[in-house]
């Protein structure tokens, strides 16, 4: 799926830390990239529907449970499921708990 702004998607051939013209736009671009990162975020639990898709994802996930088994590699399985979402709930810890609290 391509975005509406996919100049900011280009990967940068070569990187001269040397010319500050060149430095400061990607100093923006990466800005704008994460603003529209958090925002696309904002809109999934900006609705109910994405409260429970991102509920059930991130249950899914593991994160809502401690898994303990004698079975180290489904232990290491279900630690790597909560590793991979966490960081999204710490997103959502910072970017949206103020929004919608009385949903």
């Known amino acids: ?35 529209r990162r958090i925002n696309g975020l904002k809109q999934i639990m900006g609705s109910a529907d994405g409260r429970l898709w991102m509920w059930q994802f991130l249950s899914a996930c593991g994160l809502f449970r401690v898994d303990f088994t004698a079975n180290a590699s489904k232990e290491a399985f279900a630690l790597g499921m909560r590793n991979a979402g966490m960081p999204i709930f710490a997103e959502i810890q910072i970017h949206c708990m103020d929004e919608n609290s009385g949903a």
Do not use: H, I, N, W
């Open 1 to 35: 799926m391509r975005s509406s702004t996919d100049e900011l998607d280009q990967p940068v051939d070569r990187q001269d830390a040397g010319d500050r013209k060149a430095v400061a736009e990607r100093e923006k671009r990466a800005k704008v990239r994460e603003a």
